[in-house]
Nanobody, 120 residues
Framework: QVQLAESGGGSVQAGESLLLSCASS????????MNWFRQIPGKEREGIAA???????VYADSVKGRFTVSKDNANNTLYLQMTSLKPEDTAIYYC??????????????WGQGTQVTVSS
């Protein structure tokens, strides 16, 4: 069972940057899809930055051009570089992993989340 642990959240001012990390208990290379989700209180959880087993990246429109997802397979770590942060990016951020079967359908493994707060 893959265990995931996020880190790097915190409180920043609008326009600043943060780097989130997600450490995995085991190798999550070409056999896994990895995705960053976020949840704002009162709203549905939103997938924002995914990378599949072939290294293809997909971003939500809300973060496209500002956030970058990357993966260090040697260290079993997923990253989310967030720049030009806005107050509406305030949320709990989760990383998730799912088995890659040519497409990313489900995410079976989830981290505990890390809070990001952006003030204006």
């Amino acid at each position: 069972q893959v265990q995931l642990a996020e880190s790097g959240g915190g409180s920043v001012q609008a326009g600043e940057s943060l780097l989130l990390s997600c450490a995995s208990s085991e190798y999550t290379g070409s056999n896994y899809c990895m995705n960053w989700f976020r949840q704002i209180p009162g709203k549905e959880r939103e997938g924002i930055a995914a990378i599949d087993g072939n290294g293809r990246r997909v971003y939500a429109d809300s973060v496209k051009g500002r956030f970058t997802v990357s993966k260090d397979n040697a260290n079993n770590t997923l990253y989310l570089q967030m720049t030009s942060l806005k107050p509406e990016d305030t949320a709990i951020y989760y990383c998730a992993a799912g088995h890659f079967v040519g497409v990313c359908l489900q995410y079976q493994y989830w981290g505990q989340g890390t809070q990001v707060t952006v003030s204006s």
